[in-house]
C-alpha cells in the first residue's frame, strides 16, 4: 500500500483550512481514504512513516 504527501497551497487548501489563514498544508493520505493535514512537512513525513510501517504490518 502507498502513502502520498502531497503539498497544497493556495486554492488547493481546503476551506476550513484557507480560512485560518494557512498558506501550505501538507496532506498525508494513504490508499485506505485516510486523510491527514499538516502544517509542518517534517510532522506530514512522520506521520507518512508511520503510517506505511503500520500498513507493512
Given amino acids: 500500500m502507498a502513502v502520498a504527501v502531497v503539498r497544497l497551497e493556495g486554492e488547493d487548501i481546503p476551506l476550513e483550512h484557507r480560512q485560518s489563514g494557512t498558506t501550505v498544508l501538507f496532506r498525508v493520505k494513504n490508499d485506505e481514504g485516510a486523510v491527514l493535514y ?3 512537512e517534517v510532522e506530514a ?3 507518512a512513516v508511520e503510517l506505511s510501517n503500520a500498513e507493512q504490518s
Fill in 38 to 40: 499538516f502544517e509542518d
Fill in 45 to 47: 513525513a512522520k506521520s
